[in-house]
């Protein structure tokens, strides 16, 4: 016991020192305000925290200082509001996009078709590119004339902002119609088909085969469901569209959340698998690669999204007003869905200030359960520390890689999109999350999981209460002056804080020593 | 002669720097291979490349009759091939037990060896719930062996058993070596030339990235000379 | 003399690298017409415009140069890179308009604030690596900019409008006296990097290259590893502080991004492009990144960062060690190539 004391003597120390900032912050304040920043710290902590962990699992285990995750937090964010704002824009979407993944899912038998090509030196380095080429052509000749109901960033009225706006009002733009007049229904599926087969087939004889694998019914499933989804979607696009539109939109929030983090998975595998793998020999590239991919995310955003900010409106269960409200007891809330509830007289905003920090727990136990309680995660903490001898265990660490990164994006979206119906949407929602996210961590510890928990709150609470007393002053003692924090100093403070600690503990408050 | 690995002239480059510049190692079915030589002399590259972590780029590995060049390090390790790295590599996050259970290669791996891993380092029981930071010297190497002892592999590669390691516990590390080379096939890099020629039957020196001799342990030891230049006093 | 052929026969490339360089304003002057006589006394034109482009040019490449000096060389990951560069232009600016102080005290100030900084990076020096110094320098730039941007300091520094309204000394003036500027930051540029070689190839420069390469290594040698750092950081702090008082000297407005982690970005994408550890990557990486950045924003417009992003993308895909890093290893090859073609003809 008193080995442990002192062992961690400087961070039992740096934690008490907190505590007491935090009692004596509590002090200055009356309790309702105490209360309301507590929230608020724990609500943009928790968001930290969905960035956070995210980027320190892929720092941790693959060693990639992943720069684009602040844009990724920002893209998640705009797929989930696409969903829940543009149900029949999502629906559209889905057909085209499951058919064009639909081809690379087949590895395997473009591997075993490549092999019957002759072997020529002079066609085969034409040919995969010439393949991919046409793909390419293909997949953009028929995108452009495919029909997909969206909005027009350059007319006001068709704006994404007004469509939210309206949603928000009660009353909906209904969107123009669009039907398949540029191009034949089956010949747009048939081309996208064979836009993706070409281009995964080119793509598979770049890399150079030792074994043939088997082809099993296995390998067709992901297809199958792919088409099945593709064409399904195709058949029964006006009834989903109208069932996602009938449908509540506290379950059209859900469903958001769902396809956000699932894009992100996807997203998170793609880069890694194409962009990421052949730099982990190249480690200073890797930053110049993802700041390239950050750039050129914030790019496509506000090609599609364009660049003005809007907002997203928050869920039925999170919105209520009128009489009732603001809610006192949890029954009455949950009888008029309050968006206010009042806890110790202070006014809170549900949304806000507990379903965020709610979800950000959750998030955190779960991410916390697989790390310790599944194989997936004890290959994880291992590898962490050594890859060499996971690998040399004969454990496939890419895939490992692949899903880490994936699920470190995915959390990331997830955050994007919690995030979006409290700070709105704009191109740069993710840096600043970033910033945060990176400063949380050097002082948690970079490749500690609770050390990113632990960071993201302080940083979260840092922040929330500057800007409190921004506004109410601290009372300096035995003075007359009221200091007032002025808005630079809120970033100032968790920037000074992360010198600070990291001047005390170079590894942070719970990371490793080396 | 029956070779169960087969290592024919590999160069392996570590950044631009030549490490091996030509090892042939023959390891015979069911014995223990001692790789021998002074310190730095790519005894570990060896291991390494055969592995596949540091690929050679000339040569050919050849493991039980299969080819091993070009494939990727836990495909070869898969084939068989277990690992007891030089500082032993313990997982410091995970317990005793995770270490020996991320191992596996098939569900029930670690439940089916565990009685015979119990056998060979009965510590092991005591220790299994701790965790891997706060055990000893001797003990993760017990570990380390253990774990490559989880699948059923036919090759073993151990990286220097006996470095920082009290007399006492070398020569318990070394029973257990004897027991497991019932089971499969050894190699062993060793600096402790008494170590080395107590366990291992055959023997390949190797000097500045090249393997220079190879026999039977029995001739190299009354051979003063050849240990003299190579081994340094022994 | 004999020695004097054998160093030109040596650095045959760079000397008529830098001949072209002293000669590219009249070049680019008969382009358009202008006679040499009309550019030496600073005829607006585009001879004008392209001194103008090369001045920032190898104001850029000054500063990535500093920063390969400490991140390529010595293996120093800093993200308060731009803090070096962001003092010496504010100080220059400030002292110039709000003291009253002539041009070369104020060089003098500059150069002593360049030791300062260079002392504040090397007392956390030793007590963090690797990353965590990366974000320590980050942390101490980012409450440089904060400081900057603040509206308390507003009067020196100009907030978030930046820094304008400095008087340049009429012999300098980049307005009336462009060609006598090129020329100096041309000279100052040319003797950085001619520094930069000497110290890289001096026993100095190697350890800082050793520390890079395996630092406990190098300490166990003997080395105190720390003071060569610390010279690499003094070095590069001061290169960077000039190349921040030309800058000042040379734009109108000294913007309070210049204190932004994304100047540090700039200067490791610069460096990247050309080549870590390199040098003349350092000055290939200024001349692509301020071309492509100018061409894109000019003919592209809106969407330029999207290309450049794209460009980064495949540079670092394509071009593995940037341009320089990537010459020199192909350089075997490539002359392998050409010899095999002049065979191949000559047969």
């Known amino acids: 016991m008193t080995q442990f004391l002192r062992k961690n003597l400087i961070l039992i120390l740096t934690l008490a020192a907190f505590l007491a900032v935090f009692i004596a912050a509590g002090q200055g304040m009356e309790r309702k305000d105490f209360v309301i920043t507590l929230l608020r710290g724990l609500s943009v902590g928790s968001l930290t925290f969905l960035v956070a962990s995210g980027f320190s699992l892929i720092f941790g285990l693959l060693d990639v200082l992943n720069l684009a995750h602040g844009t990724l937090f920002m893209i998640g964010a705009y797929l989930g509001w696409t969903v829940y704002v543009r149900p029949d824009t999502f629906v559209d979407v889905l057909t085209p996009l499951a058919l064009l993944i639909g081809g690379f899912t087949l590895s395997a038998l473009w591997t075993k078709l490549s092999a019957l090509l002759p072997a020529s030196a002079r066609t085969n380095k034409i040919f995969p590119w010439a393949l991919l080429l046409v793909a390419a052509l293909l997949a953009f000749t028929v995108i452009t004339r495919y029909p997909i109901s969206s909005w027009d960033t350059e007319n006001f009225s068709q704006a994404p902002g007004s469509y939210s706006l309206m949603l928000d009002q009660g009353a909906p733009l209904a969107p123009p119609a669009v039907s398949f007049d540029k191009i034949n229904p089956a010949l747009a599926l048939l081309g996208l088909l064979l836009a993706s087969s070409l281009g995964a087939f080119g793509l598979s004889l770049f890399g150079q085969q030792t074994q043939s694998p088997k082809l099993t019914v296995k390998e067709f499933i992901p297809f199958g469901l792919l088409a099945l989804i593709g064409f399904g979607a195709f058949a029964a696009n006006d009834a989903l569209t109208a069932f996602l539109t009938g449908l509540s939109n506290n379950w059209l929030f859900l469903i958001a959340l769902l396809v956000a983090t699932l894009s992100g998975i996807g997203l998170g595998a793609l880069m890694e698998s194409t962009l990421i793998r052949p730099l982990y020999s190249r480690p200073i590239y890797q930053l110049m690669l993802t700041l390239g991919m950050s750039a050129i995310g914030i790019e496509v955003v506000r090609a599609i999204w364009g660049r003005p900010e809007f907002v997203m409106p928050k869920p039925d269960i999170f919105s209520g007003s009128g009489q009732g409200c603001p809610a006192t007891t949890l029954a009455a809330w949950w009888d008029k869905n309050c968006s206010i509830v009042l806890l110790f007289e202070g006014r809170v905003r549900v949304y806000n200030e507990i379903f965020i920090p709610l979800v950000g727990i959750l998030v955190l136990i779960a991410v916390w359960i697989l790390l310790q309680r599944t194989r997936l995660g004890m290959v994880i903490r291992a590898g962490v520390q050594d890859r060499e001898m996971v690998e040399a265990l004969g454990i496939n660490v890419r895939r490992v890689f692949t899903l880490v990164f994936a699920l470190g994006v995915g959390l990331a979206a997830l955050g994007g999109i919690l995030a979006a119906p409290s700070m709105g949407l704009s191109n740069a929602m993710g840096e600043s999350l970033l910033l945060n996210a990176l400063i949380a961590l050097a002082i948690g510890g970079l490749t500690s999981y609770p050390g990113a928990a632990l960071g993201s709150l302080l940083v979260g609470l840092l922040q929330q209460f500057m800007i409190k007393y921004g506004q109410i002053g601290i009372a300096i003692p035995f003075t007359e002056i009221i200091f007032k924090p002025t808005p630079p100093i809120v970033p100032a403070s968790t920037v000074l804080l992360m010198v600070i600690i990291l001047l005390l503990m170079p590894n942070g408050l719970l990371g490793k020593k080396e | 002669m029956d070779y169960i690995l087969d290592v024919q002239s590999i160069h392996t480059f570590i950044g631009q720097y030549h490490i091996l510049q030509g090892v042939d190692v023959q390891v015979p079915r069911g014995s223990i291979t001692a790789l021998l030589g002074r310190n730095g002399a790519g005894k570990t590259t060896t291991l390494k490349s055969i592995l596949g972590l540091t690929p050679p780029r000339e040569g050919k590995v050849t493991f039980d009759g299969r080819e091993l060049n070009g494939m990727r390090s836990f495909d070869i390790a898969a084939l068989g091939i277990g690992f007891v790295p030089e500082h032993r590599a313990i997982f410091r996050d995970l317990s005793v037990e995770e270490n020996l259970k991320i191992a596996e290669r098939r569900k029930g791996d670690l439940d089916r060896k565990r009685e015979m891993i119990f056998s060979l380092f009965p510590d092991l029981k005591r220790l299994i719930g701790l965790p891997g930071t706060s055990l000893s010297g001797g003990q993760q190497q017990m570990l380390a062996i253990a774990r490559a002892l989880v699948p059923d592999n036919r090759l073993l590669l151990i990286d220097e058993p006996s470095e920082g390691l009290a007399p006492v516990i070398i020569e318990h590390m070394m029973d257990a070596i004897r027991q497991l080379s019932k089971e499969s096939t050894v190699v062993l890099v060793e600096q402790n030339f008494l170590v080395a020629s107590q366990l291992a039957e055959t023997y390949v020196i190797i000097e500045e990235g090249r393997s220079v001799t190879s026999g039977k342990m029995s001739d190299l030891k009354q051979d003063k000379a050849t240990i003299h230049r190579y081994l340094g006093a022994a | ?347």
């Open chain 3, 1 to 347: 003399m004999n020695s004097l052929a054998a160093i030109f026969r040596q650095n045959r490339a760079s000397l008529l690298t830098l001949l072209g360089l002293v000669l590219l304003p009249f070049i680019a002057g008969m382009f358009e017409g202008a006679s040499p006589a009309a550019v030496w006394v600073n005829a607006a034109g585009t001879s004008k415009f392209i001194q103008g482009l090369a001045i920032e040019i190898f104001i850029l490449a000054l500063y990535a140069l500093s920063f390969d000096l400490i991140f390529g060389i010595t293996g120093l990951l800093s993200f308060g890179h731009s803090m070096f560069f962001s003092v010496g232009a504010y100080l220059t600016g400030i002292l110039l308009k709000s003291f009253g102080l002539n041009l070369w005290q104020t060089i003098g100030v500059v150069f002593l604030a360049a030791i300062a900084q260079a002392v504040l990076f090397g007392i956390v020096l030793p007590r963090v690596k690797g990353i965590t110094f990366a974000l320590v320098t980050l942390g101490m730039a980012s409450v440089f900019h904060i400081l900057v941007m603040s509206r308390e300091l507003g009067d020196y520094t100009g907030a978030d409008v930046g820094l304008q309204g400095v008087i340049v000394p009429d012999f300098i003036s980049p307005a009336n006296e462009r060609l006598r500027f090129y020329f100096v930051a041309l000279a100052v540029m040319v003797l950085a990097y001619l520094l930069y070689q000497r110290f890289v190839a001096s026993p100095t420069g190697r350890v800082c290259v050793a520390i890079r390469e395996n630092e406990g290594r190098a300490r166990m040698l003997g080395y105190n590893t720390f003071s060569f750092k610390f010279a690499a950081l003094l070095l590069s702090s001061i290169t960077a502080a000039f190349a921040g008082t030309l800058h000042c000297l040379y734009q109108p407005i000294v913007s309070p991004n210049t204190a932004s982690m994304g100047f540090t970005v700039t200067a490791l994408l610069i460096v990247l492009l050309g080549g870590v550890g390199t040098l003349n990557g350092a000055l290939v990486g200024a001349l692509v990144y301020r071309l492509l950045d100018f061409g894109l924003r000019r003919y592209i417009g809106e969407s330029a960062s999207f290309i450049n992003g794209a460009i980064y993308v495949a540079f670092v895909l394509f071009i593995p060690y940037g341009i320089v890093g990537t010459w020199m290893l192909k350089s075997f090859e490539i002359k392998k190539g050409w010899e095999r073609l002049v065979g191949m003809v000559k047969k």
